[in-house]
């Protein structure tokens, strides 16, 4: 408590999906006496569910497919929250260039919502995709 009291404290997390760990964080940081709490997620927003074998939920269980960066920060309650940008994660892994938007390196579909192979069976019950540009 006493490392915490009176700070500003900046927590940095792999990813926020539903926001629940999030807010359970945010608290216990308040408790121990923090005078602010930021966050800064290592990865972009979540906002595209993952059919190759990540549970994530629905859709419309995901904070960023429904809430901007400011409302995800309201709705968290913390003082600021910040992502990496898709280009900046692929060039924190060595792609100097950022996304190929053409031939992507890796799978980024929950992050971009372009899926590698289109998961045919998620969509016939019922699973949002985004559309093709």
């Known amino acids: 408590r006493a490392l915490i009291k009176g700070k500003r404290v900046i927590l940095v997390d ?4 539903r926001g629940t760990t999030s807010t359970k964080i945010k608290e216990m940081i308040l408790d121990a006496g923090a005078a602010e709490v930021h966050f800064r997620i290592a990865s972009p927003p979540t ?3 993952c059919f190759y074998g990540v ?6 269980k995901l904070l960023a497919a429904t809430m901007s960066e400011d ?3 309201k709705h968290l309650g913390v003082d600021s929250l ?5 280009d900046g994660l692929y060039r924190a892994v060595g792609e100097k260039d950022g996304r190929n938007r053409n031939v992507p ?5 929950c992050f971009s919502g372009e899926y590698p192979v289109e998961p045919t069976d998620m969509i016939e019950k019922g699973f949002e995709i985004k559309a093709a540009e």
């Open 82 to 86: 910040k992502f990496i940008s898709l």
């Open 47 to 49: 906002a595209w569910p």
């Open 71 to 73: 409302e995800m920060c």
């Open 55 to 60: 549970d994530t939920p629905q859709r419309e």
């Open 105 to 109: 390196q890796y799978c980024d579909a």
């Open 14 to 17: 792999d990813s926020v999906v």
